[in-house]
């Protein structure tokens, strides 16, 4: 069992960096995947960033590499998305997810674990 809370979203101008964050309680996170999620208004929730258990695999979406970095705290039940070059079409509400299964992948129903949700804009 897993809870989590995102924080850091704001307003940001395109070019610029975002950093999000996850605190998750339990004493099973270090054992979930983890991952990001985002959903704009009128769009369909997308796959952006995975990271297994042990942080030895990344995943991202092809719209995201290169500028989004996914890492993980296990000692401090976190994990983060570091995000660069910002573009407006990654406003977004961001969501943190978390996959019993520990491996670092972008199937959303394996993700069984949700956060509320932080809302990114990236202004132009």
């Known amino acids: 069992q897993v809870q989590l809370v995102e924080s850091g979203g704001g307003l940001v101008q395109a070019g610029g960096s975002l950093r999000l964050s996850c605190a998750a309680s339990g004493r099973t996170f270090s054992t979930y995947g983890m991952g990001w999620f985002r959903q704009a208004p009128g769009k369909e929730r997308e796959f952006v960033s995975s990271?297994?258990?042990?942080?030895?695999?990344?995943y991202y979406a092809d719209s995201v590499k290169g500028r989004f970095t996914i890492s993980r705290d296990n000692a401090k039940n976190a994990v983060y998305l570091q995000m660069s070059s910002l573009k407006p079409e990654d406003t977004a509400v961001y969501y943190c997810a978390a996959d019993p299964s520990g491996f670092a992948h972008s199937q959303t129903s394996s993700f069984r674990f949700w956060g509320q949700g932080t809302q990114v804009t990236v202004s132009s």
């Open positions: 990271i297994s258990w042990s942080a030895s695999s990344t």
